[in-house]
């Protein structure tokens, strides 16, 4: 039983116990388009089964019926599934939905091809920054992040970055999250998530040299929390290690994140969240 709650179909079960109106069937579809992402873009029914930990019958029901309705495609070549063209669909709403992306993409592009890195912005989900928006120069090597790309908030500048905006009761919240879903994980990155909390609040951008990939250092800036909305947004640079001198991160590349994600909220017409977060950081204190 301590197995299946830690899978993410034992863990969705366990925090929906009780609830009649939750929808399991659905969620347990759901689970299974989830499973595919980056690195695994083909997958059979036991694999599948593997990732969401739920049971391979059940697998096989559900992802039959997702490519009959053309969120899977079967390769009947390899036996396994990949992703259907109508699960773009499911995307478009979203992205419609945050039209500020085509006032930052110039920007970002500008900063991406200056620093020959990346600059992409994301929103908060659950534990993991989702990228919305991604501009890359044409120097970045294998580092290719895109749309749609989930990353781990504890582990990234960029969901510090979003995390040092949350109104006080949200941050809390998220830090139980994190406890919760990895204890050691949390217990050894704690420090330094908060910290980057702190950073991002108090000087408007925070830094992770390497911490998530060895290969990139990446500066992240708070962009904007949207109460309409009730998501953080931040905004990242990730630059190549073997490109950067020695404290270029902070001394340079993170003043201009900072700016770059002032010069989108003016443009937007949001406001500059640091104030709220400063003091939520000097109570964490």
């Known amino acids: ?16 116990d009780g609830d009649a109106y939750f929808a399991t069937t659905l ?4 689970l299974v388009l989830e499973a595919f992402d980056i690195g695994a873009t083909v997958l059979g029914n036991a694999e599948v089964a593997q990732r969401t930990g739920l049971p391979r019958p059940t697998v096989a029901r559900l992802t039959h019926t997702l490519a009959a309705l053309g969120y899977l495609r079967h390769d009947t070549r390899l036996g396994k599934y990949r992703a259907g063209a109508r699960a773009l669909r499911m995307a478009r709403p979203l992205l419609a939905g945050l039209p500020f992306r085509q006032v930052a993409r110039p920007l970002m592009h500008e900063l991406a091809e200056s ?14 920054m989702v990228y919305v928006e991604s501009a890359r120069s044409g120097h970045v090597g294998p580092h290719v992040p895109d749309i749609g790309l989930p990353i781990p908030v504890i582990l990234t500048a960029m969901g510090r970055a ?3 905006i949350l109104p006080a009761a949200e941050a ?18 704690r420090d330094r998530y908060r910290a980057g909390l702190r950073d991002g609040a108090d000087r408007g951008f925070c ?17 904007f929390y949207s109460r309409e909305l ?30 770059l994600a002032a010069s989108i909220r ?20």
């Open 1 to 16: 039983m301590g197995k299946a709650t830690s899978s993410p179909a034992g863990t969705l079960l366990a925090e929906n």
């Open 162 to 164: 979003a995390a040092a």
């Open 115 to 128: 620093v020959r890195g990346t600059v992409s912005i994301g929103l908060l989900d659950g534990t993991t």
């Open 27 to 30: 969620a347990k579809g759901l």
């Open 172 to 189: 809390a919240r998220l830090e139980e999250r994190l406890k919760k879903e990895d204890a050691s994980l949390w217990s050894a990155k």
């Open 266 to 285: 003016a443009l937007i017409g949001e406001a500059e969240p640091a104030a709220a977060a400063r003091e939520r950081a000097r109570k964490r204190k």
């Open 207 to 223: 830094t992770c040299p390497g911490e998530y990939m060895p290969s990139i250092h990446a500066v992240a800036a708070p962009l």
């Open 230 to 259: 009730g998501q953080a947004f931040a905004i990242n640079c990730g630059i190549p290690a073997f490109r950067l001198k020695s404290g270029q991160l902070e001394a340079e590349i993170g003043p201009r994140i900072r700016a």
